[in-house]
Every structure is written in C-alpha cells, then in structure tokens.
C-alpha cells in the first residue's frame, strides 16, 4: 500500500513565525502536492511538484514556498505565518511513469493554527 | 478554469436510507474522482470513472458519470454511520502533472 505521512497532525504557531510542514511518501510517486482546505471552500492547490527540484505553483500559492530535494519528501514553508493561514493542510502524491490514472494518495493531514 | 459544483453542501439522513451526491462541471469532464473524507482526516480514495455513461460500484456506494461528461452523482443505498464524513469529486484539468480540482465537498451525517 502506498503510504504518504505528514510530520504533525496538529500544530500551533505564533504570527511571523516560520513554519515547516513536511511530508513522506514511500511508493517513489514522481508528482506531489500540498493542498490547504477550508470549510465550504474544498481542496485548493498551493503547490505540486512533477520531480525532484521541480515545483509550479498551484491557485493559491501566496504566502507559501516549497522544497523538493529527494523525490520521497515535499516540504511546504510558510516564511510569515499569519492567521489567514490557520488552515487544514493535506499532502498527496501521484505516480507518473506507464499511468493513465490522476488518483493522488493522501497524507492524514496537519491541523495548522496560527495565533 | 474548470470549476466543480457539490449538491447539496451537507446532508443529514436516517440509518437505512438512501441518498444521493451531485457533482456538475463547468466543463467536460476527462475523469472524475469520488472521495471520502473523515473529518480531521486524509482523503480515502474511492472510485474513477472516465467514460460517458460509466457507472461503477462498491459495496453499498454507486457512482455515476452522464453522457454528456459533466455530471456525475454518487448513490448511497441502506446508509450506515459508517458513511458518515465528507464526499468530494475532482477532476483532472487538461495539463500535466495529474493536478486534480476539486469541488466543494458535501458533509453527510447519517443518525443511527
């Protein structure tokens, strides 16, 4: 089974702080995304990467960075927390190579809340 | 962009009752992905479909997609509490990378 963690499931931050959110898969998925979701707004895409050191922004990506420098592991930074941030963030991951399928693996999700 | 609409937003039924999901596109679909969410949880994955007219089953859950490829409905039969949590479709968008939309998502509360 493919298995996508998340480091924390709940975090709490203080405005201005610099948040780290990372996550792991263990399949060797070529495609990785951080999503945030809100209520009555879904999953938005903030960013996706298609290969190591390869990253594009999603619909929302302001405010947030990303680091890929192993294929397992997309990191998603927040240089300035701000509260607008306090968010449910949910990392997937998708295999590429010989697959017709868009189906993305999820992570179980970090509780963000900024104070 | 292509942009995709949950009905109804949340959904409160009965043990042993049937219910139904909708999920319209604003554009033609290339597939559709149903999944289920448990609150405070990742997203379990539960059925594609890809072709107009397709209609797939597991368990007690049948998901649907139209002729027409821009709609597709999610059917419960017999719902249990065990279905309970929250039902979002997405659908890839014509680029690479397997970047999916999603819609809004609908909370279902099934009372025992």
């Known amino acids: 089974d493919v298995k996508v963690t998340q480091s924390s499931r709940y975090l709490v931050k203080r405005t201005g702080e610099k948040v780290f959110l990372e996550c792991v898969q263990d399949?060797?998925?070529?495609?990785m995304f951080w999503y945030r979701q809100d209520p009555g707004l879904g999953l938005r895409l903030i960013y996706f990467?298609?290969?190591?050191?390869?990253?594009e922004k999603g619909d929302i990506p302001e405010g947030y960075s990303v680091s890929r420098e192993k294929k397992e592991r997309f990191s998603l930074i927040l240089e300035s927390a701000s509260t607008n941030q306090t968010s449910m963030y949910l990392c997937?991951?998708?295999?590429?190579?010989?697959?017709?399928?868009?189906?993305?693996?999820f992570g179980p999700g970090t509780r963000l809340t900024v104070t | 962009s292509q942009e995709l609409e949950q009905s109804p937003q949340s959904l409160i039924v009965q043990e042993g009752k049937n219910l139904t999901i909708n999920c319209t596109s604003s554009?033609?679909?290339?597939?559709l992905y149903w999944y289920k969410q448990k609150y405070g949880e990742g997203l379990i994955f539960l059925m594609m479909l890809q072709k107009g007219g397709e209609e797939k089953s597991h368990e007690k859950i049948t998901a649907k997609l139209d002729e027409k490829k821009q709609q597709s409905s999610l059917h419960i039969t017999a719902s249990q509490p065990s279905h309970a949590g929250i039902y979002l479709c997405g659908a890839p968008t014509r680029s690479s990378y397997g970047k999916l939309t999603f819609g809004q998502g609908t909370i279902l509360t099934v009372h025992p």
């Open positions: 990467s298609y290969d190591v050191k390869m990253k």
């Open positions: 554009k033609t679909l290339y597939g």
């Open positions: 399949m060797d998925h070529e495609n």
């Open positions: 997937a991951s998708r295999l590429l190579a010989g697959d017709n399928s868009y189906e993305q693996y």
